[in-house]
């Protein structure tokens, strides 16, 4: 019965590892797929963002830019929306949705490159492990001039939605393993058995095979025919 239950749990262990790694290598590249989904999506809603916030600030610039302050000031936002600049041809910052910015220089590396070319920009960074920003200028455009700059972030969290956690894996590892287990335990005892039967039926082969042997025949004199042979031929060299 220990036996029994040694082999059941070294293979119930073997089998628990190779499922828990199955688990495991499944969930990374599962991981990875929707990690490079949810990237490629916020990079999306980012651009989308920028265009209309581009846009409204084309329609309002000319007239009220007093308003873009107030506006970015107040309660208008979008998801994961960081921080929104309105940049002017100067590099002068008009509206910020942190009035402490408004009237300061662009300062943003590679700034001379981007607002050279009137045309989108998207970067991405990570300001800190585990978070990523998508931070896209846009240019506001009248009549096909470049007339100001958009310039909007947006962060969003790494691994957000991503695969099982390690004890959820272990759950699904356990929970599996109970009917494996006891299956398991009734083939390998059912083996044991089957093992064990065998080699009593070959020991009992073995012993009937002896016991069948011919034995020594006994001459009436009660030695046998090869004594009486040995002690002629002694009597014969003692002569």
């Not at 700034?111 to 200028?137: C, N």
């Not at 393993?177 to 083996?191: R, T």
Request: aromatic share 6%.
């Amino acid at each position: 019965m220990l036996r029994v239950g040694c082999v059941t749990l070294v293979a119930i262990l073997l089998i628990g590892s190779l499922l828990y790694y199955t688990l495991h290598r499944s969930d990374l590249a599962e991981s990875r797929h929707g990690e490079r989904q949810a990237s490629q999506a916020a990079r999306q809603r980012a651009v989308a963002v920028s265009r209309v916030f581009a846009s409204l600030s084309a329609a309002v610039f000319q007239v009220d830019v007093p308003k873009m302050q107030e506006l970015l000031g107040g309660s208008w936002g979008a998801e994961g929306l960081a921080d929104a600049m309105l940049i002017d041809t100067g590099d002068r910052v008009l509206a910020a949705t942190n009035p402490a910015y408004v009237g300061q220089q662009m300062q943003d590396a590679g700034w001379a490159s981007i607002r050279a070319q009137s045309r989108e920009w998207v970067f991405l960074d990570e300001p800190t492990p585990g978070q990523e920003r998508v931070t896209v200028f846009e240019p506001v455009m009248d009549k096909g001039s470049t007339i100001a700059w958009a310039r909007l972030s947006f962060l969003r969290t790494k691994g957000e939605g991503a695969g099982r956690t390690q004890e959820e894996r272990l759950r699904l590892v356990a929970g599996a393993l109970v009917p494996v287990g006891m299956i398991l335990a009734g083939l390998v005892a059912l083996v044991m058995r089957l093992a064990t039967s065998r080699l009593r039926e070959r020991i009992k082969s073995v012993v009937v095979e002896a016991m069948a042997d011919p034995q020594p025949v006994l001459s009436g004199q009660g030695t046998t025919e090869g004594e009486r042979a040995r002690v002629g031929a002694g009597t014969h060299r003692a002569a």
